[in-house]
Each structure stands twice: as structure tokens, then as C-alpha cells.
């Protein structure tokens, strides 16, 4: 029979599986070769590293990762080695992008910064960043997009160069890959001479990789408040995180941007489909059958004529409030992956309902714009 090896974090996973194979559930750190050997398939997320030294001598035909990274993928060794690997694209990007939003409402609040003044950097135009970069100029704010891979293939047309970002960006967020190739080398990305290029008094938000970013670097552009404040869900070391960089940051979390219910959701769906078309299991529609919602999932908001960003400041926290999650790592830092582990329920703006009173049918257009239902 099939064998599959899987971390026991993954959600909704348990039970898809069962009448087509034996899975063994394990946490996603302490899978090891001994695991393995036997197996024919591993479902993972980015706390298992599959290299050589986990692979070597396995049976392992197919690895699929219910993550939009792969960079806890050995790439190369498992093609030389001919081991399928295939990771979830675009599964949680929705859910990244409520991330964002969340952080920019909170910053508008919290700082009186009004975001239809300001210009946004978006460093990544992938799933994620493509989204994000819709989603801003539906709200009027003036958006920069860098890719470099998507210029060269597509043309620089709607593209900006690094160094222009850098010099006119208020807000800069990441949305790529930790890469160390001779092509594209990500890792620290962002560092000293990155950060001096910028403006005074940006606002940094990396929901990417930890790695993308400099701590040593972000601490002094902290310090010598060249940054107005940084947003971090990706940390260097994780789970053990910086702790000065911690205290030196505007919100904190411990990298969950991708983690709604739905982006969860869609990640498994990812896998199963995958080991379903590996295998010819049958389950190339697989869906978990039932999602949790929040114990409240209506959200009642008199318009009152306000702007569209106020209506977008009052939904983006009241369907995700990120400081709940930046006050809770703050309160236990050395809970990093207990918090990711038992990460409470949260769904994306498709799964409200908004009871919009006193609305014009402009604000309620801008509403389901948003993504949310009215009612």
C-alpha cells in the first residue's frame, strides 16, 4: 500500500488520504531519514528540510509542499535524483494580501497617515504582489511595482526600476522568493545600502522570507529612526527571533500572513490534488469538506458617507485585526512556533458579511470590490 509521510500541522488533511494509503503524521521538524525510507510520498510545509541527508537511499518518488516557498527544498539534489517536488502557488495569496491590508489600515489609524498621499512600493509581483498591487489602486494609492524576472519576459511597461522604488516609496512591502542563485540572490536583499537609498521615514513591511532582510541593518535604520516603523512576519533564525528587532518593531507577528483558513485550505488541496495525480488515486477535486468560520462573520458598518479608505480601515480590521497577533508574540516571543501551530481561525473577506447601513450603491460597489458580501 502507499505509503506517505506527513507533518501533522498541516490543516484538514487527516482523513483525505486514508482509504488510498498509510500516512504517517509527524511534526514537520522531527521527520527524519528513518521516516522516510520506506515512503513514496512526503506532504511538507517549510519546518521540513528535504535534502540529501533526509532522501538519500529513500523510496521517496514525489515531495509536495502545502507552501508557496520552496526554498526547504534541495531543488536540484531531488532532480538529479529523480524526486518530483511541486509546492502551492498563489494558495495563500489572498490571505498575504489580507495581511497587508490589515497592517496598512492599522498604520493609517494609528499614525493619521492618509494612504491616498502616500506611494506604495510593491518589491514581487507574483500572486501576491499582483493582487496586492489591484487591490491598492482600487483604493487610489499610488503604487510602484518592481519585478525584474516579469520585466525582462513581459516588457518594463507598469514595472519600476529598484532604484526608483527605493527613492519615491513611502511604503515598501516584499513579496519574493529567498533565492541564492547565480540568476536572482534575494538573501539580504534588503541591507545597509538597500535602506539608505530609501526615503526618510518609510514604513517597511516583509511578509516574504527573514532571510530577504538584513536584522543588523533594520535595527540600526530603527534605531536611527531613518525607518518610520517596520512591520515583520518573516524573522532570520526563526523561531528564534531577534529580540531587539522585536521590541524596535511597530507590529510583530510570527509568519502568519499566509495562514488564514482559506489560504490553509487551499494549500492541503494543493497536495492531496498532487499525490492524487502522482499516484492515480481519484482525488484530483479534493476539497475539505468543511472550513471553520469566526464565531461572528457579519460585520455591521454604517457608511455615513465616509471615504472609501475609512470604510477600507474599518473592514481590513474588522474582518483581521493584525494587532492581536503582534500583542500576543510579543507577550510570549519564545511561543514563535506554538502560535503558528494553534493559530486561531481566521477567514479572508469572501467569507463576511457586511451589513452596510446608510450606504450609497458607489460605497457598497467599493464593498464587494473588497471582496466582502453584503447583505
Not at 292 to 318: G, K, W
Request: aromatic residues 6%; contains cysteine; proline residues 5%.
Amino acid at each position: 500500500m502507499l505509503k506517505i509521510v506527513a507533518d501533522n500541522k498541516i490543516p484538514f488533511l487527516q482523513g483525505a488520504l486514508e482509504e488510498k494509503a498509510r500516512v504517517l503524521y509527524l511534526p514537520g521538524d522531527q521527520i527524519k531519514p528513518e521516516h522516510v525510507k520506506n515512503a513514496d510520498a512526503l506532504i511538507v510545509r517549510t519546518r521540513t528540510r528535504c535534502d540529501e541527508s533526509l532522501l538519500k537511499n529513500s523510496s521517496v518518488k514525489l515531495i509536495t509542499s502545502a507552501t508557496i516557498g520552496f526554498d526547504h527544498i534541495d531543488t536540484r539534489w531531488c532532480e538529479q535524483n529523480n524526486i518530483r517536488w511541486a509546492n502551492a502557488p498563489g494558495c495563500n495569496a489572498n490571505s498575504v494580501v489580507q495581511y497587508v491590508s490589515s497592517a496598512l489600515a492599522f498604520i493609517s489609524r494609528q499614525h493619521s497617515i492618509d494612504l491616498t498621499q502616500k506611494t506604495l512600493g510593491i518589491i514581487g509581483a507574483g500572486n501576491i504582489g499582483s493582487r496586492l498591487a489591484q487591490l491598492t489602486s482600487t483604493l487610489g494609492i499610488k503604487t510602484l511595482v518592481n519585478d525584474p524576472p516579469r520585466a525582462a519576459r513581459e516588457g518594463t511597461s507598469g514595472f519600476t526600476d529598484l532604484e526608483t522604488l527605493l527613492q519615491q516609496a513611502d511604503i515598501i512591502t516584499l513579496h519574493i522568493p529567498l533565492e541564492q542563485t547565480e540568476k536572482n540572490n534575494t538573501f539580504h536583499l534588503v541591507n545597509k545600502d538597500f535602506l539608505q537609498k530609501t526615503k526618510k521615514g518609510l514604513w517597511f513591511i516583509n511578509s516574504s522570507r527573514g532571510e530577504i532582510a538584513d536584522t543588523t541593518a533594520l535595527i540600526a535604520a530603527l534605531k536611527t529612526k531613518h525607518l518610520a516603523g517596520a512591520i515583520l512576519d518573516v524573522w532570520e533564525h526563526e523561531p528564534h527571533i531577534n529580540q531587539e528587532l522585536l521590541d524596535l518593531s511597530a507590529l510583530a507577528t510570527p509568519h502568519i500572513a499566509g495562514y488564514s483558513a482559506d489560504g490553509k485550505a487551499n494549500g492541503t488541496a494543493v497536495c492531496v490534488r498532487n499525490i492524487s495525480r502522482f499516484f492515480n488515486l481519484a482525488l484530483e477535486q479534493w476539497y475539505p469538506p468543511h472550513i471553520p468560520m469566526p464565531d461572528n462573520h457579519i460585520i455591521e458598518y454604517p457608511c455615513l458617507h465616509r471615504s472609501t479608505e475609512a470604510i477600507f480601515n474599518h473592514l481590513s480590521l474588522a474582518s483581521y485585526n493584525i494587532d492581536i497577533d503582534n500583542q500576543r508574540l510579543r507577550l510570549n516571543p519564545s511561543d514563535f512556533e506554538k502560535q503558528r501551530g494553534n493559530y486561531p481561525v481566521r477567514r479572508e473577506p469572501a467569507a463576511w458579511q457586511v451589513k452596510a447601513q446608510d450606504c450609497r450603491e458607489t460605497e457598497k460597489d467599493f464593498i464587494s470590490t473588497l471582496g466582502y458580501n453584503l447583505l
